[in-house]
């Protein structure tokens, strides 16, 4: 292979971060119980988008022009999904991922029904349509109790692999809450999926809120870092062992600088934290993943081979295009400069170790 040209995944990959949007809210109405149907029309709901900022409509990246639909929002058609990442990329699997308001309504029954009802219609509208396609469990987040529910009830669907989070809620997420989410995913083998997003109550910046979409995008870095860091303090690795917690769409060149950080301060103050018994560093390498899109590479191979030296491990990396966001042209998914054992690490053997529901 040459080194200096980026090349496309090794048939047969896995695709752990596509999105899977919403044509409009009206979709849901099959899926919800009679109960909240009725709630809903009543209120007139069903007009309304819960669509997220995180990706505003009109921002180039929100789709990458040769994925947007003519009439539709980008990730909301099935067959362009097939025809643009899994056939065209030979994919084994590609997890859906619904990024929607549902999950962050102040009302907690009400988020509870929506994270139903989009379950509801990935099972009916994608996973029987398409049997490679998986997909993340939405919850309603800050309802720790309401989540494990919602977990309890579509473990059952071995399609659906993980559980998906936002990486910035109302409490940072090792916070003991929280922890009922994790039992349930534990109790079916079921990772945590972080997603770049937020629950809008703190913003995004340790500063405050920013002017410009550019600010909001590159302080999301920030906010993994500070979700990295609360659920190892916490002791959540501690608590649930097997548990294992993939950060999507953070980038990567932030982790190695936060982990040498981490590694040093817990040195100093570590008596106030005695469940870690060992570096951070370990803890996270055995613990959490990263994908790889946006990959925010650095401009030489030589650095790209250092970055990657500078991660200390290759099983922490896990292929994904973040379909339809815009950050690869053509088939340049994978960075120029990756030796071939690396590829196959990050694009099958990685994402089989993370999602035990991927290999039966």
Not at 53 to 68: E, L
Not at 100 to 117: H, K, M, P
Request: charged share 20%; with cysteine.
């Amino acid at each position: 292979m040459d080194s200096a040209t980026p090349a496309p995944p090794p048939a047969g990959a896995i695709d752990c971060d596509v999105h899977i949007n919403l044509p409009s809210t009206r979709v849901l109405l099959p899926h919800f119980d009679p109960y909240w149907r009725e709630h809903i029309t009543r209120r007139g709901l069903e007009r309304e988008s819960l669509d997220t900022t995180s990706f505003p409509a009109n921002a180039p990246i929100n789709g990458r022009p040769d994925w947007r639909p003519d009439n539709a929002p980008p990730g909301s058609l099935l067959p362009a999904l097939q025809s643009h990442i899994l056939d065209h990329f030979q994919l084994r699997h590609a997890i859906g991922n619904v990024l929607n308001g549902a999950q962050v309504i102040f009302s907690e029954d009400l988020s509870a029904a929506y994270c139903r009802a989009i379950n509801n219609w990935l099972q009916k509208e994608w996973l029987d349509r398409d049997p490679r396609l998986r997909a993340s469990i939405v919850v309603p987040v800050h309802s720790a109790e309401l989540a494990a529910e919602e977990i309890h009830r579509m473990a059952g669907d071995t399609r659906f692999v993980q559980v998906l989070m936002l990486s910035m809620a109302e409490l940072p997420l090792g916070r003991r809450q929280t922890w009922p989410i994790y039992k349930a995913a534990t109790e079916y083998d079921l990772p945590i999926g972080i997603h770049a997003g937020s629950s809008y109550r703190h913003p995004p910046s340790a500063g405050g809120w920013g002017s410009y979409y550019l600010e909001d995008y590159v302080s999301h870095a920030q906010g993994f870092a500070a979700s990295m860091n609360s659920l190892v303090a916490e002791g959540v690795f501690q608590k649930f062992p097997t548990l294992k917690v993939v950060l999507m769409e953070s980038g990567v060149s932030w982790l190695p600088a936060a982990l040498w950080r981490l590694d040093k301060t817990w040195r100093g103050v570590r008596a106030e934290t005695p469940w870690l018994e060992v570096l951070p560093t370990e803890i996270v390498r055995q613990h959490i993943r990263l994908t790889l899109q946006p990959f925010d590479a650095p401009p030489t191979e030589p650095q790209l081979i250092t970055l990657l030296e500078q991660l200390g491990s290759d099983e922490l990396l896990l292929f994904s295009t973040d379909y339809p966001h815009w950050h690869f042209d053509g088939d340049e998914a994978l960075p120029a400069g990756l030796p071939d054992a690396l590829r196959q690490k990050i694009c099958i053997d990685n994402p089989l170790a993370t999602y035990p529901r991927l290999r039966t």
